[in-house]
Nanobody, 122 residues
Framework: QVQLVESGGGLVQAGGSLRLSCAASGRTFSGDGMAWFRQAPGKEREFVASIRWSTGIIYYTDSVKGRFIINRDITKNTMYLQMNSLKPEDTAVYYC???????????????WGQGTQVTVSS
């Protein structure tokens, strides 16, 4: 069993920054992928970024490239999402998930955190 707990969300003005954390417990991740998804009100959950746990290979959705940085601390079993130059359209509940390395589809992730709210004011 894997447990994922997000933290770090909050309210920030446009142009500001936040760093989300996802602490994982349970089995180890050697070949797994970890990802961030987000879901805005009235919209479907969408892929944001992912990282292959063993190699650190990273994927981003186009809308966050150059603004968001995903990384992980293997010793702490924790993944991070540094979000810079935030825009009102980044407002959403952000979820971390564990699943198939390199995947962008929700169906490829089998463990999910409870989510953390990010609100960007204009």
């Amino acid at each position: 069993q894997v447990q994922l707990v997000e933290s770090g969300g909050g309210l920030v003005q446009a142009g500001g920054s936040l760093r989300l954390s996802c602490a994982a417990s349970g089995r180890t991740f050697s070949g797994d992928g970890m990802a961030w998804f987000r879901q805005a009100p009235g919209k479907e959950r969408e892929f944001v970024a992912s990282i292959r746990w063993s190699t650190g290979i990273i994927y981003y959705t186009d809308s966050v490239k150059g603004r968001f940085i995903i990384n992980r601390d293997i010793t702490k079993n924790t993944m991070y999402l540094q979000m810079n130059s935030l825009k009102p359209e980044d407002t959403a509940v952000y979820y971390c998930a564990r699943g198939r390395a390199g995947a962008v589809a929700i169906r490829d992730y089998d463990y999910w955190g409870q989510g953390t709210q990010v609100t960007v004011s204009s």
